[in-house]
């Protein structure tokens, strides 16, 4: 008796292989695309609760700037950041608009607007932050 694999066997184990690759990897990609773009609407919400902490601590007003390749924190009216760190399209995600900033008082309100959305997305994932002017954030999906 012969061991091993014919060439028909080893080539039916490939094509099997093959299909259900085929059938799992668009899945995959989509399960990747939803825990990146989860990912990163919890490090804005994270960066929008540390620049609203940093602002009571310290007494003074702080400005948050998102866009999509920075999340910086600095006093209003400097350009040295008191904190900084990569921004959504680092992850390949993308944040649909304009850079936004955020004005944080010594109380921890923000200033100069009413509401604010953003929306990142990648692939066929995406995300709506909802932040109010007294500071809740809430994210949709």
Do not use: C, Y
């Amino acid at each position: 008796m012969k061991q091993g694999f014919s060439l028909v066997e080893l080539m039916l184990v490939v094509a099997v292989a093959g299909l259900l690759l085929g059938i799992a990897l668009p899945r995959l990609s989509d399960a990747v695309d939803r825990i990146e773009v989860e990912s990163q609407a919890n490090h804005l919400v994270a960066a929008h609760q540390r620049a609203r902490i940093m602002a009571v601590n310290r007494g003074q007003v702080l400005v948050l700037t998102v866009d999509s390749a920075n999340l910086i924190i600095r006093p209003r009216g400097q350009a040295s950041p008191l904190w900084a760190e990569d921004g959504p399209a680092a992850a390949r995600v993308a944040l649909e608009g304009p850079a936004r900033q955020f004005t944080f008082s010594p109380v921890g309100l923000t200033l100069g607007f009413s509401n604010a959305t953003l929306r990142l997305s990648r692939g066929s994932a995406s995300r709506t932050i909802v932040i109010s002017r007294l500071g809740r954030v809430r994210i949709a999906r």
